[in-house]
């Protein structure tokens, strides 16, 4: 009975490791195949640089994460807008090299980047999953499966 107890325990701890691993592999994977991506994506079709250049990965739990981008309105550059009025002391460029001041914009709304749709239509996320798995079976061979 002590024997089944103990090997239980050495069950559970392995269990354990191997789940402390992935909890601590998963952004370090994260930020190398998911977080390039999503600048590539921006770079790639001439989105706003200082959109782009703020993706990170930032832990939210066990296992788990989130993509994030803290330019001030990339909510609306992700997802688009709808036409709106913008009010305030502006100034923005424009095509000619110029910039303009104004207070008051008829915004005509915006598509949007888009660009989580566009990194899972690349397969980042499946090459994200595929090196997740790579170094989680490195790591059994290397410890828990001796």
Sequence with gaps: MVNLFLTMLRHDQRHQTVMDYLNALIVPVADTYLV?????????NGYATSFNQLWRVE?????????V???HVALYLE????????????HFPVEDGGWVRTK????PGFEGYHVFEKALA???LDRFES?????????????VMK
């Design 59 to 67: 832990k939210t739990g066990f296992l788990k994460f989130d993509l």
């Design 131 to 143: 090196q997740l798995a790579t170094e989680t079976i490195s790591f059994l061979q290397r410890t």
């Design 69 to 71: 981008n803290d330019h």
């Design 104 to 107: 008051h914009v008829d915004h």
């Design 36 to 44: 390039p991506e999503m600048k590539s994506i921006g770079e790639n």
């Design 79 to 90: 997802e688009g807008t709808k036409p709106h009025v913008i009010e305030g002391d502006l």
């Design 122 to 124: 690349s397969g980042a």
